[in-house]
Every structure is written in structure tokens, then in C-alpha cells.
């Protein structure tokens, strides 16, 4: 029997590693819930219309089809049984010689998970379509509203954190409200939204240098995003956010404030960070498990000043190619090497042609920043028809502010809303199932 | 106040009569479930993973944004109440001088609605998504699966009624199995899956001449497909479908085999036909009622040869234009002509470059039929952007057998299947909450 590999998580991470290992004498078995990789940095365009599911996605099968000896799982893995070497399935279970988590983390609502049904997040491409069909569903429900209170509300989007996501996030609803619909509506005046940002720290995407993070800033603010900066959100409703300064009446709010690792790293009975965050070696092994790896936004991985590496696409890329020749040399009785992070910088858009971009001493803003932004994202979209069919998609939309999926799907697409006609808009029923 | 027009349904017939009534001096409301309108004949290229939901729908909005005096309005009819001139939407009520009920039909299961969980049809975005996820997860339960007979179940799909939807999703779904996924699996081969087209008449795309609908049911058999005629389907379960042969095990059965008025068609107490559409005059109105037109699918509009018009997009886009025209003239108090008609012919398509299509005396088959299907449908896809993506999809798949959106999503990611290392086959529970 060949050296059995089984591989958890079809991120960037899992996706990496299965392929690197693809020329090797083992088996490999890559385990998803999902049967696509998904381009998680462009998940916040497929929130706000301006992509397509299919454009960020790729079935993993066919990403892996050329290596015969990785065998592709759509499974939903629940606990790992370290002493045994065995993973277990809801429906079924694999016996491994090496494994790789590479499971990722989900949305955190430190210790208020109650919240989660008004202010969902964006982790997966369903989060992301729930998320199009409120911010879509809210302008409709505007125009069917006649009392300015209410419909106050249903024009007031709470996007919860100024990391990537949120900003990018805000942005993008901002564009919506003031470009793309800002003529289909008859009752209300779509440029009246209000976007609020609301950040617990001093100030947004802070794993930037401050003069970029400024920069940043006014860009959203250009945007008419009102960000509110040393600001904690002190509870969620289905009506609203309570802010230390008071109740903000929102009837769309979107959580982008944290992460956590899933129940799954628990399972382990290994050491944890404050995350919940597996505990790596340098060489990206489980302590007292050399058999075990850890990558990705899973892996606490030590630096030399005590922080951990930040979960960021090439972080996961870098690992997956890692733990592959990590395997393969123990496999041969070499020795293991330590992994190093190559820092290739980070970036962020905020909107249109606004982008921020930092590299070693390189920094760029503005036009230069988004180029650069547009640049790398295109180039590492997974896929070279769906490079195609995003660069068209955006060209697009840059010529004629469309977005291309303004498409309201699932099962609640008529909410109910207040009677229109309604004499006594204090006495009308709230409705809640919208935020269910 | 100006002439109140109220339009039920932002389907091909509604959406073109409420964009006819723009130049004119009345109100118009035009009222769907769905922000978007749909261009349905496209419909099956999501369910089989071809193309993108955003590729074939654009919102209503945006299709109108340009007629001022034409609103439109998210809402779910639930009764016409002739007498008042009031429509009840689900969430408030609209009060009209003039009504268009553009409201379409929906899949019929010839009184047996308890097929429709395990048979479902294609009549929506949602429905589209929900057969994609279906025939995707029948591949993936199949890799899962050890057993032979159970794994023939997986692989074997069934179509019912040979209309142009059965047609084109058995073609759609053989191109799928033998070509796009036939090197993704492991553990069976993918161009082993059985697509059987059950049909009760005598002939598939009955509509067409005798000789179109030979080479159609020859096409079907090149790719495959297990063409039933004259084969009545007794009973569906989550296990597969009866037919007078006997059982045929499948795990994946769609259903196309006919059509019936939804229930708002009895609300208005006015005379239907035998599939529960309404009975129009020659101008399109309500006998009694000259103020209310029914168009499209909805319609039941008597022939001189005793037969009704078809239920097809050229039919309703030609009624929308009409009951404008017979709206504006009563206004004006001028006498409102009868609707006439003019048949320019009916296509399609029978998987990759094979077509068949009938005009006048014109007959065309094979790859030329496949081409003016091809144009016709790219050039009468609404929205130009929609036309450029799609025909580049298509491009992209002509040259590749590749699909851009294979992607299982909602909610039931992974339904539970038998355990991969059950012991005895015929002791394990059976699944059916996957179709559920």
C-alpha cells in the first residue's frame, strides 16, 4: 500500500499541498465539504453583484484531474483521531499515514454567536449569495416602504470591521447604492444610503502602515462610507446595532470583526492559541505528532517577536507547498526543513480604481495601488477562463458601473414587509424573518 | 391621476408590455416574485453547469429604469378581485384601471404533486440550481459509493417529457457525463452514467415535423440518451421511477412533461381551459372584463383549427406589444384590433452543434440547425453584456467540453449517503432526504 496523505480543506492551503504532492509515489485524498475551490479574496464582489458564483470558483476534481493519485472527497470532516491515524466523516471515515489540516477558520462573534442570524459574515460562497439577496432585498424593501423611519432603516448597511473584507466590503455597497442603482428606483433616492464602518480599533486595515491605513480612509470617506473608528458594537438586532453612542436603526448589518478556528481543531486535544488555532512546529508538524501538518488560517505559526503569520493566501500557498516536501523527506528518511515565510506584501482595494498596496519598502495608493491589486488578483485567479471572464466582467463594469449579478436567489425572495398602505406605521407588526 | 396599469409577471410577454406602455401617458406597475427577468430558454444551461445564473437574467429594474412612468414592485399575487379592479399581493394590495396578467405556468405533474420532491421541474433560477446541485451530487455520491447496483442508481438520470426542456437537458446531461467530468472520478467512469428520455407520445419535440423529430431522437441516441417513446411513467420515489416494464433504480429524475396555470388563474372566476389557463378574446381580454388582458403562457387564445396558440417566448413577446397597443386605443377611445400571430418558426437544440429548427417551409437539421439556434438565441438574450459572456462561455466550452459552473451550492452541501465501508449493502438505510 502506497503512503496514504489525506488532506482536509480545499482552500488555497489543502488545494496547494494535494497538488505538490501530486508527482510523489503516495495517495492522496483530498476531503472537502465543498466540491470547488473557491478565490475567497474575491468573495466580497460576488456579495455586492459584481460577480458571479461560477467566476470565483472552481470545481476542485478538475483542479486536481491531471495527478491520478489524488482522489477527490466531498465530505464534511468532524473530529480527528490522532492516535489512531484516523479521520472521521459525518459519513464515513479515511485511515491516514500523513495528514494535512488545512481546514481553515470561520467568522467570530467573540462569545456572542446569538448574532450571527442578523450580522452573517462572509467565509463561504453561500454566506456571500445570503449576503447579496439582503443588500439587494433592503433597496427593494425601501421602495415598498412608505414611512421615512423604516425606510431609513432598510437604507442603512453596518458593515462590523475595518480589515479587508469590511473595507472592501463598504466600499463596494457604496458603489452599488450611488452608481449601479441609483436610477432604478422611484420612491427614494438610492444615494441617500448611509454605509457605516464600524471598527473596535484605532484605525482600518491596521496590518498596514499607518500613512497607507489613512490613505485608505479617505478613500472611503471620498466614498461617503462613515467610518467610526474606536467604536464597539455592544449588541445586534434584527432592527439595528447598539453603539456606545446609541441605537443606529440598520436593517442590514454584515459581520467582518474576526476569526476562529472551526470546533474541528478541538477534536485534536493538542495545544491552541487564544483563536483556537492549532499550535505548529517550524516545520509546520503537531507537536508529539510528526505525522500531523497544519496550514493555512488553521496554523498558529510562532515569529521570532511572538506574533503568528497572518492568514493570507500566500501564506496558505506557501505552507501547502511546504508540508508536500516535508512529507516526501520523511517519507525518505531526510531530514525535515524549518518553514520560512517569504513576505511578498499585501494589499487592499476601496472601490473603484482606489487600491492601497505594500511590499517591503514599496508603498502604492490610489490608481497605482488598485492596478497593482487588479493586477496580482487576476493573475492569481484560479482558472485562465475565469481570469477571462472577471477581467470582461470588470471592464464592464468600470465602463458602465453594471454589475452583472444583481440577482436576488433563495428561498425567501419576497419577504414580508410592512402593508404599503398601512395608516399606522407604529402599530404595523416587525418583521424579523427577513434576518432569520 | 394617469391611467393605472397594473402588470403581473416581468416574464418575456409582462416585461415587453410594460416597456410598450412606457411611451405612453399611463402609470404602470409591473409586479414579479423575482427582481430579474429571466430568459428561460437558456434555463437548462444552468441546470447542467453551462452557464451562470447572472448570464441569463438581468434585473427588471434595469430593464426599465429608462420609463419613468413604469415602477416595479417585488411581490408575490395572491387574488384578483375583478369586481374592485384590485390585485392582493401577499404583503398589500394595487388598485388598476387596466390589468396584464403576464403570470406564466408552472410544471404540472398530472395530479400527482407528491412526485414533485423526487421529480422536480425547471421552471425557475431556483429550480435550476437545485437540478445542478442535484446531477452534480449524484457524480460525488457515486465516487462514495462501493456498492455496483447502488453506484448504477447514482449514475443512472432520468428525464421525463420530450419537449424541448427534456430534450435539451438529456443531451445536456449525456455532453456532461461523457465529455466535461469523464476524467474527474476515480472510482467508476463517468461515461458508464445511463440517461433515459421517457416520453408518453410517440415522437420527442412532438411540435416539429415527423422528419425534424426523427433526426432530433437520432441525435439523443448519438449522444447516448435512452430514448422511451410511448412509455408512461406510473410512479416516482426517491429510488427511481415505475414505468410499464418495470422498476429502472435511478437517484435523479427531472421532470418536463407538461404545464399548468397557477392557482391565481381560479381567483378570478372567469372560464379556463382544461390546464387551467385563461380563455382571451381576440384582443387578449377577459370575456365581460375589457379591462383585463391576459398574455403568454398564462393564455388560452383559441386558433381558427380549434387549438390554442403554444406556449412559446415569440408568442408573448408579440402579445406584450399587442395588449400595449389595445390598452393605449381604448384610453383613446378608439376601436382595439385583434391579436394576429406571425409565426416565425421554432428550434432546438439536441446537445453540441446539433439543432434542428422549422419556419415556414424552411427545415433545417445538424450543425446548421445548431447555428440558427445559436444566433437566434444570443441575439434575443436580453442585455448586450449577457450576450458577450454568454457567447464567450460557449466559445470557451466549444473548444474545451469545459463548464464554468459546476458548482454545488445550498443548503445540503453533503446529504448523507451509506457509509463507505458498510458491510452488507441491502441493511443500509436508505437515503431520501437528499430529495427531499
Known amino acids: 500500500m502506497a503512503h496514504h496523505v489525506v488532506v482536509v480543506g480545499g ?40 460577480l458571479s458564483p461560477g467566476d470565483i470558483a472552481s470545481p476542485i476534481r478538475n483542479l486536481v484531474a491531471e495527478h491520478s493519485n489524488v482522489e477527490v472527497r466531498m465530505g464534511d470532516v468532524q473530529r480527528v483521531d490522532l492516535a489512531n491515524k484516523r479521520v472521521h466523516l459525518a459519513d464515513g471515515e479515511l485511515q491516514y499515514d500523513s495528514l494535512v489540516l488545512a481546514a481553515g477558520v470561520r467568522h467570530s462573534y467573540f462569545g456572542k454567536p446569538e448574532w450571527e442570524g442578523d450580522a452573517p459574515g462572509l467565509k463561504t460562497l453561500d454566506d456571500a449569495l445570503e449576503l447579496r439577496r439582503r443588500v439587494l432585498m433592503a433597496f427593494e424593501n425601501a421602495e415598498r416602504e412608505d414611512d421615512p423611519q423604516r425606510r431609513a432603516a432598510w437604507l442603512t448597511f453596518v458593515v462590523v470591521g475595518a480589515g479587508p473584507t469590511g473595507v472592501e466590503l463598504a466600499g463596494a455597497i457604496s458603489e452599488l447604492a450611488r452608481f449601479t442603482v441609483a436610477n432604478d428606483f422611484r420612491r427614494f433616492d438610492p444615494r441617500t444610503a448611509k454605509i457605516v464602518l464600524v471598527e473596535a480599533g484605532p484605525r482600518v486595515l491596521s496590518a498596514f502602515d499607518t500613512g497607507l491605513s489613512g490613505k485608505a480612509r479617505a478613500s472611503l470617506e471620498r466614498l461617503q462610507v462613515d467610518v467610526r473608528l474606536m467604536t464597539r458594537v455592544l449588541d ?18 454584515m459581520w467582518a470583526a474576526g476569526v476562529e478556528a472551526p470546533p474541528l481543531a478541538k477534536t485534536l486535544g493538542v495545544e491552541l492559541d487564544r483563536a483556537g488555532r492549532i499550535k505548529v512546529q517550524p516545520d509546520l508538524s503537531v507537536p508529539g505528532h510528526p505525522e500531523v501538518y497544519v496550514i493555512g488560517d488553521l496554523a498558529s505559526f510562532p515569529l521570532p517577536d511572538g506574533s503568528t503569520l497572518p492568514g493570507l493566501a500566500p501564506v496558505a500557498l506557501q505552507q501547502g507547498r511546504h508540508v508536500a516536501e516535508v512529507i516526501e523527506a520523511r517519507r525518505a528518511g531526510r531530514p525535515t526543513a524549518p518553514f520560512e515565510y517569504v513576505d511578498k506584501g499585501i494589499m487592499a482595494t476601496v472601490g473603484r480604481a482606489s487600491g492601497i498596496a505594500q511590499a517591503g519598502a514599496l508603498r502604492l495608493s490610489g490608481m497605482l495601488g488598485w492596478l497593482a491589486w487588479l493586477f496580482i488578483h487576476i493573475v492569481f485567479l484560479i ?39 398601512a395608516p399606522e406605521p407604529s402599530a404595523a407588526p416587525e418583521s424579523a424573518e427577513l434576518h432569520g
Open 383 to 421: 482558472g485562465f477562463r475565469n481570469r477571462l471572464v472577471v477581467m470582461f466582467q470588470w471592464a464592464w463594469a468600470w465602463f458602465t458601473y453594471g454589475r452583472g449579478a444583481r440577482l436576488i436567489t433563495g428561498t425567501t425572495p419576497v419577504p414580508p414587509a410592512s402593508p404599503r398602505r
Open 236 to 253: 445586534v438586532t434584527s432592527e439595528g446595532v447598539k453603539l456606545p453612542d446609541g441605537f443606529l436603526p440598520a436593517r442590514t448589518v
Open 11 to 50: 482552500g488555497f492551503g489543502g488545494l496547494e499541498a494535494a497538488r505538490a504532492l501530486g508527482p510523489f509515489s503516495v495517495q492522496v485524498t483530498l476531503v472537502d465539504r465543498q466540491n470547488y475551490h473557491l478565490f475567497q479574496p474575491l468573495l466580497y464582489q460576488v456579495a455586492t453583484a459584481g
